[in-house]
């Protein structure tokens, strides 16, 4: 992307444009959006780009899905905080005896999965309505740094507890898009559709967020930690703007993609 649109002036959720508004990382810092991506000398940030109040109900996403779907492979690639990172994590390992233990074991030793979910088609692209009666993903399981041999002595097995809600990582991902979208295009270049989605409605997950759940797609080769790509797309339903996020991309993550907007 190029002749990015960084300085917004007004909350992209919400429309409000009282100060104060704060900046927006477009990539959550808790997975490197912090860091410039290839092609750029700065991360991309939003300036004046969000409320206070929804500024609180983003965080509170991203937080729900960083600490327990991807806190030990946050740890094992260097993307927490130091001022957050734990010394130690918990481990639990199968003994040769037959026997289960839980470890407190050095963080830089620890188990690296995470649990990403994979959606299946979004249902504004076909006119399908979405149902709480289907389940609309399937997850994938990546090992992103294996347990250290000193954690493992003496065992036959390690584990870590991972938690996954698909509702609250889909609006993770609406979020992204949404920022890739607003760089792109300006904050007025285009009619967002996942606004409310992100704010006050995780339940029409399955309608703007989809992926390739049930026919397994072959991972994008890639040396970057994460693959986001913007297009515009005509199908049956209409022409939509959709950003493919392929989040952990160098270690085989799967590819999910946002319905974030129609162009004008």
């Given at each position: 992307m190029t002749d990015l649109e960084l300085n917004v002036g007004e909350c992209i959720y919400c429309g409000d444009t009282k100060p104060p508004l704060t900046r927006e990382h477009i990539l959550p810092?808790?997975?490197?959006?912090?860091?410039?991506?290839?092609?750029?000398?700065?991360?991309?940030?939003?300036?004046?780009?969000?409320?206070?109040?929804c500024r609180l109900l983003t965080s509170r996403i991203e937080e729900e899905c960083l600490r327990p779907m991807m806190d030990y492979a946050r740890t094992r690639l260097g993307l927490k905080r130091k001022d957050r990172a734990a010394a130690k994590m918990e481990m639990k390992v199968d003994l040769l005896?037959?026997?289960?233990?839980?470890?407190?074991?050095?963080?830089?030793?620890?188990?690296?999965?995470?649990?990403?979910?994979?959606?299946?088609?979004?249902?504004?692209l076909t006119n399908k309505p979405f149902t709480d009666e289907t389940a609309?993903?399937?997850?994938?399981?990546?090992?992103?740094?294996?347990?250290?041999?000193?954690?493992?002595?003496?065992?036959?097995?390690?584990?870590?507890e991972l938690y996954a809600d698909s509702k609250r990582f889909a609006q993770m991902l609406a979020k992204i898009a949404l920022g890739i979208a607003v760089a792109q295009f300006g904050v007025r270049g285009f009619e967002p559709t996942v606004q409310i989605f992100i704010l006050n409605n995780p339940n029409e997950y399955g309608h703007w967020v989809g992926?390739?759940?049930?026919?397994?797609?072959?991972a994008v080769p890639t040396p970057h930690l994460h693959r986001i790509q913007l297009q515009t797309k005509q199908v049956s339903a209409g022409t939509f703007i959709i950003v493919e996020i392929q989040l952990f991309a160098k270690y085989g993550g799967p590819t999910n993609y946002v319905v974030v907007g129609r162009p004008l």
């Open positions: 810092r808790g997975l490197g959006g912090n860091q410039p991506p290839t092609g750029h000398s700065a991360a991309l940030v939003l300036q004046k780009a969000t409320c206070e109040r005896d037959g026997s289960t233990e839980r470890r407190d074991v050095d963080a830089d030793e620890v188990l690296g999965p995470i649990i990403v979910p994979c959606y299946y088609g979004a249902g504004a609309p993903c399937d997850y994938h399981i990546i090992i992103v740094a294996p347990a250290h041999k000193k954690a493992m002595e003496q065992s036959a097995r390690a584990g870590v992926g390739f759940a049930g026919t397994p797609e072959a």
